[in-house]
């Protein structure tokens, strides 16, 4: 089975008539496990959308979605196995690193110490672990993405969903980001759903790429297959 499976999936804001908005137009796509597949597309080509959808901090207008063969569309966002990388962050600026990864771990009822156990090895695979103590505003824009992504695989999600996740940093390092991103996704061999506008960045990580384009689907494949056409 596909790590997940949109059947005709459709979402529109406002109402009919006033200010209605085709967001994500009739997508039909399958994403395969282990697979880093991006989504690319000019701003306001449904996108990010799609991941919300998926990710269930919205719910589809029709549509299906299913992860791993079953049918999540009306389940929230905690009933899914799949987590969220932010462009932003959104860390607490209050708290050590070490406490702002172990926080997704709260709600699962899990016992503190090993809640902080399960914390320092997420931040040791993505070299932070000396770090641990520090505050977010001690650390660079570099550190801080790979503090959003401890915390989100500290979970041990099937499905991580990343939100044009290196906006945010310049050339340098999100190339260098890149790299290491792309190192992470094949070592643990989970599923990488990556929204990007840039075409460069999509062609050098993804398996497969998806051309959105007006809320549809308008094109998938292989790097090659996209940009090499006759
Ligand atoms: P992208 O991620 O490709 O930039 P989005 O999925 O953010 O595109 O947006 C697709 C379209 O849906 C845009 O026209 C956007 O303005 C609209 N849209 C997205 N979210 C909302 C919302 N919550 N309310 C109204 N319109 C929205
Ligand atoms: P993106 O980086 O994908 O372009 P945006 O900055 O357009 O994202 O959107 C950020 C948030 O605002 C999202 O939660 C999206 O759903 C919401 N949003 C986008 N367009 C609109 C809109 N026209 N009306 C209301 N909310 C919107």
């Known amino acids: 089975v596909p790590a997940i499976?949109?059947?005709?999936?459709?979402?529109t804001f406002g109402s009919k008539g006033f200010n209605e908005t085709r967001a994500v137009d009739g997508v039909d796509l399958d994403i395969r496990q282990g697979e880093f597949f991006s989504m690319l597309g000019p701003s306001g080509s449904g996108k990010t959308t799609v991941l919300r959808l998926?990710?269930?901090?919205?719910?589809?207008?029709?549509?299906?979605?299913?992860l791993e063969g079953a049918d999540v569309s009306g389940?929230?966002?905690?009933?899914?196995?799949?987590?969220?990388?932010?462009?932003d962050y959104a860390l607490f600026p209050h708290m050590s690193l070490v406490d702002n990864v172990a926080y997704g771990l709260r709600v699962r009822g899990m016992k503190k110490a090993e809640r902080r156990e399960r914390a320092i090895e997420s931040l040791e695979r993505v070299q932070l672990g000396k770090f641990m103590q520090r505050r977010p505003s001690q650390l660079s824009g570099g550190q801080r993405q790979r503090v959003a992504l401890a915390r989100a695989l500290v979970?041990?999600?099937?499905?991580l969903l990343l939100d044009e996740p290196l906006g945010a940093l310049d050339l340098k390092l999100r190339q260098q980001m890149q790299i290491e991103l792309k190192e992470l996704q094949r070592s643990l061999g989970i599923t990488f759903i990556?929204?990007?506008?840039d075409q460069e960045e999509a062609l050098t990580m993804s398996d497969r790429i998806g051309v959105f384009n007006n809320g549809k689907l308008a094109q998938i494949g292989t790097a090659h297959e996209i940009y090499q056409r006759p």
Do not use: C, W, Y
């Open 5 to 11: 499976r949109l059947r005709n999936l459709t979402k």
């Open 54 to 66: 998926i990710a269930g901090f919205e719910l589809p207008t029709s549509g299906t979605i299913e």
């Open 75 to 87: 389940k929230a966002p905690f009933q899914r196995d799949v987590n969220t990388v932010f462009q």
């Open 155 to 159: 979970v041990e999600p099937k499905v």
């Open 194 to 197: 990556f929204v990007t506008h």
